[in-house]
């Protein structure tokens, strides 16, 4: 039985012996409980949340340019650094061809074509 249950059933019992001030005191402590649940749904959901983009943090990984995502020995991405880090949004590059790739998001176009042993990442902006 929940506690809503038994309120409620504790509330009928004074309704039937007449005494109101308990009744009022029950039908508050009822609105408190519902209060209280609803407040520990929204907890859970925002832990929910937490819990998920901190696994997604732990599974990054940034090559100096762009963010890939780990999953083992696979990788997947690559994802737009900017977007992520400004907005923490994980935004997939699109291949440009040519050695390019383009977030969809803003804009920005990596160079990926190595030039000795850096690669290069600018904006069109």
Known sequence: MSTL???QIIYEVLKKAGNIDAQKALTDLKEQNL???EENLAFKEQIKELEEKLKIKEQLEFDGRMYWLKN???KEGPYCHLCY???NKLIHLL???DGF???SACDVL???RKT???FQGFSLE
Do not use: F
Request: hydrophobic residues 15%.
């Open 35 to 37: 209060k209280l649940r």
């Open 116 to 118: 000795g042993d850096t």
């Open 95 to 97: 291949d440009a061809s």
């Open 85 to 87: 880090e400004r907005d």
């Open 101 to 103: 790739y383009k977030c």
């Open 110 to 112: 990596y160079d990926i």
């Open 5 to 7: 249950d038994n309120i």
């Open 72 to 74: 083992g020995d696979t």
